[in-house]
């Protein structure tokens, strides 16, 4: 019959895809509990660019030809991303394993693993991106943009977020205990932060040290976002840059699927 065929075409186009649903599902609970995250992704990153970038700049005065505070903003810029990004892959992930078994939920439906982790990501982006854009726009504000390239900022957070998060994600779906989390934020989170170039040079560190450095992608992330904001060419070609945060990216999704996989298969 024309009109059940109609009908059934229609409620065909009408489904949402798996990855678009697991999504939907993040900013629901998101719409919810947003309030949580105010603090922490858009308030201390904005209170800590003006203690730091304004008050202890003023002291500091210029690094690498620069005042103080355009030089530190793509570093918290970055910086931001990155934790929330790593933040948001430990817990949620496993509690909604262990604990929730809400992906165990999502399996019993046409939604696959890969689905569950893409639409966690695609959230993940969502997050950083809104927490970017605030901050974009206080720190056009005190005149810490040096470059209209810094319009590419948001681009370079949402690749950092996956290869940040990605990886995490497959820590996280691999682990029965959260006692583990603390040994990731510790050693880390921490020295990441610390030692990625977001307050200081990465030069002014020792040569042995220097090294450790170059491997955290978030001093790939902190270079990308310099370049952008300041206008003038990253530490190592761009190619490099983009290539080792997008083997990140690609090494960690193809590992949280294939630990989505397993722990599932449990």
């Known amino acids: 019959m024309p009109g059940t065929a109609d009908n059934r075409g229609a409620a065909v186009r009408g489904t949402v895809h798996p990855t678009v649903a697991v999504l939907e599902r993040h900013l629901s609970l998101y719409r919810r509990l947003w309030h949580a995250s105010v603090l922490s992704s858009f308030v201390l990153p904005v209170l800590f660019l003006l203690s730091i970038g304004v008050g202890v700049g003023a002291y500091v005065g210029s690094v690498q030809g620069v005042g103080y505070l355009s030089w530190i903003v793509p570093g918290v810029l970055a910086s931001t991303a990155f934790q929330i990004a790593l933040g948001e892959s430990t817990y949620s992930v496993l509690g909604d394993f262990k ?30 991106e809104a927490a970017v854009a605030a901050f974009l726009v206080v720190v056009l504000f005190f005149g810490g943009l040096q470059s209209p390239w810094a319009l590419a900022t948001p681009l370079v957070c949402a690749l950092l977020t996956v290869a940040t998060s990605a990886p995490v994600v497959a820590f996280s779906a691999s682990i029965d205990h959260d006692s583990y989390f603390a040994l990731l934020f510790r050693f880390v989170l921490i020295p990441s932060t610390l030692f990625a170039g977001v307050f200081f040079p990465v030069e002014q560190l020792p040569g ?4 450790l450095a170059y491997v955290s992608p978030l001093w790939h992330g902190v270079e990308l976002c310099r370049a952008a904001t ?6 190592w ?30």
């Open 99 to 128: 604990w929730v078994r809400s992906y165990h939920g999502m399996r019993a439906t046409p939604v696959r693993p890969v689905d569950m982790v893409l639409g966690h990501q695609l959230y993940l982006i969502f997050r950083v």
């Open 237 to 266: 070609p761009l190619v490099v840059h983009l290539g080792y945060l997008v083997a990140w990216a690609a090494a960690g999704l193809v590992l949280a699927v294939r630990a989505f996989h397993r722990r599932l298969e449990d």
């Open 230 to 235: 300041l206008g003038r060419s990253p530490a």
């Open 208 to 211: 042995l040290v220097r090294p």
